[in-house]
């Protein structure tokens, strides 16, 4: 389980298909002693599993339904990555509850200035648009964002400087494709309704 607030940008080093599956180095500033051997990782909105580390780097596998469902496939050496290590009992709560589970790709397709801040707009498949509301939590990236506005299938996002120098948004431009994992409240109260609708 993660909150959704980056505590590193790391860089793919190594980028390797064996057989299946996909092998990641990332290198990472990440202290050491938050993580170890089979430890989660939140990598841009992914939760995957450390199988080897070392001195400021780590190694994840990752199976082709993963590569399949986020936008690892667009993901080579020299990519930066969003990271968070798993909590530990105690750690504050700052951002949301993400458990690294994606549940689609959203496509930006607005960019803009606004002042010292930046607006996003992102498009999310039909079937997802009743999960966003106003003033509510969304993962973008492994990003804890608030949703500022929603029309229909599309919502929007404001990234203050500190977001905007401390993740990789800053490298975003319209049309690139984030992982995206609706707030888990906003998916249980959907399933609610849905049921009282039967």
């Not at 599956?21 to 909105?45: E, K």
């Not at 070392?54 to 993901?75: D, L, Y």
Request: proline share 3%; hydrophobic share 35%.
């Amino acid at each position: 389980m993660f909150t959704g607030l980056v505590r590193d940008v790391g860089e793919i080093t190594g980028f390797e298909r064996q057989g299946d599956n996909i092998r990641i180095t990332i290198s990472s500033n990440l202290p050491q002693n938050t993580y170890q051997l089979g430890s989660s990782i939140l990598c841009s909105g992914i939760c995957l599993t450390v199988v080897e580390f070392g001195e400021g780097r780590f190694v994840m596998e990752v199976s082709p339904e993963t590569v399949e469902k986020t936008n690892i496939s667009s993901w080579n050496v020299g990519t930066k990555i969003n990271l968070e290590p798993s909590l530990c009992m105690g750690d504050e709560l700052g951002g949301h509850l993400v458990f690294g589970h994606v549940d689609a790709l959203a496509t930006i397709t607005e960019l803009n200035e606004d002042g010292d801040s930046w607006r996003f707009t992102f498009e999310v498949p039909e079937n997802l648009k009743s999960y966003f509301a106003s003033k509510g939590s969304v993962s973008l990236d492994g990003i804890s964002l608030t949703v500022n506005e929603v029309n229909d299938n599309r919502f929007g996002v404001c990234i203050i400087p500190h977001t905007w120098t401390h993740t990789t948004l800053s490298e975003r431009k319209v049309g690139d494709k984030v992982n995206l994992e609706v707030d888990m409240l906003a998916r249980y109260v959907a399933r609610m309704l849905e049921g009282r609708a039967a």
